[in-house]
């Protein structure tokens, strides 16, 4: 970022030349980087990812071999690379707002967090209200609203949240406001928010008309 502004450059003049690779080497290094950045995570979480197909996902699990290590969630394969050190201490923070589309919680659909209790909208995703993590599970919806002086930060939380956790999420909060150089406006409301698509949901999942 350049100000408020994305800044691009070409790919040949900021990254080092290196040795082609066939497309099963290709595909290999894929997978290899993808477990160890992401995992434990499932072929499935992969090929979602990489657009990539199962047969070759298992090829190139096969390749790797011992490098990765394979451990059942629920009955479901995973697998991880067993050398990379976990980055999350002690000190890392308790709550977060995700993005919309955030990577965190698209590639995982098999293991992910958990919503609690009349969540004010836990099933469905919502392209104008976000997720809020805290402690590994889904609390509740935020969405911000970026003015010259002032972000304006509105969350949904389920009522079991406790004070605690709604002082993290305000942490949180705080955190963005410090990242857009911008005051924190604060706003906490109550229940379902209105939602894109109204009471028929999200337009992506309504049932389509029979044809004739």
């Given at each position: 970022?350049?100000?408020?502004?994305?800044?691009y450059?070409l790919?040949?003049e900021?990254?080092?030349?290196?040795?082609?690779?066939?497309?099963?080497?290709a595909?290999?290094?894929?997978?290899r980087?993808?477990?160890a950045?992401?995992?434990?995570?499932?072929?499935k979480?992969?090929?979602r990812?990489?657009?990539?197909?199962?047969?070759?996902?298992?090829?190139?699990?096969?390749?790797?071999?011992?490098?990765l290590?394979?451990v059942?969630?629920?009955?479901?394969?995973?697998?991880?690379?067993?050398?990379?050190?976990?980055?999350?201490?002690?000190?890392?923070?308790?709550?977060?707002?995700?993005p919309?589309?955030?990577?965190?919680?698209?590639?995982?659909p098999?293991?992910?967090?958990?919503?609690?209790?009349?969540?004010?909208y836990?099933?469905?995703?919502?392209?104008?209200?976000?997720?809020?993590?805290?402690?590994?599970?889904?609390?509740?919806?935020?969405?911000?609203?970026?003015?010259?002086?002032?972000?304006?930060?509105?969350?949904?939380?389920?009522?079991?949240?406790?004070?605690?956790?709604?002082?993290?999420?305000?942490?949180?909060?705080q955190?963005?406001?410090?990242?857009?150089?911008?005051?924190?406006?604060?706003?906490?409301?109550?229940?379902?928010?209105h939602?894109?698509?109204?009471?028929?949901?999200?337009?992506?999942?309504?049932?389509?008309?029979?044809?004739?």
């Amino acid at each position: 970022m350049k100000g408020v502004h994305h800044s691009y450059a070409l790919v040949d003049e900021v990254i080092a030349p290196t040795p082609e690779r066939s497309r099963d080497e290709a595909v290999v290094e894929l997978a290899r980087r993808f477990f160890a950045g992401h995992g434990p995570a499932t072929v499935k979480d992969f090929t979602r990812w990489a657009t990539m197909t199962i047969t070759d996902t298992r090829a190139a699990l096969a390749q790797i071999g011992d490098e990765l290590e394979e451990v059942e969630v629920d009955g479901i394969p995973h697998w991880f690379d067993p050398t990379q050190v976990r980055r999350r201490s002690a000190a890392a923070p308790a709550a977060y707002l995700f993005p919309a589309y955030d990577e965190a919680m698209l590639t995982y659909p098999q293991v992910n967090f958990p919503a609690l209790p009349h969540h004010p909208y836990a099933e469905h995703p919502d392209p104008f209200w976000a997720f809020i993590v805290l402690d590994g599970s889904n609390v509740g919806l935020w969405k911000r609203t970026v003015r010259p002086a002032v972000v304006q930060v509105e969350v949904r939380l389920a009522p079991s949240v406790s004070s605690e956790g709604r002082d993290q999420i305000r942490v949180a909060a705080q955190r963005l406001s410090y990242f857009l150089e911008r005051d924190l406006s604060l706003i906490e409301n109550e229940g379902t928010p209105h939602l894109w698509g109204g009471d028929l949901g999200h337009p992506s999942r309504r049932r389509r008309r029979a044809d004739g």
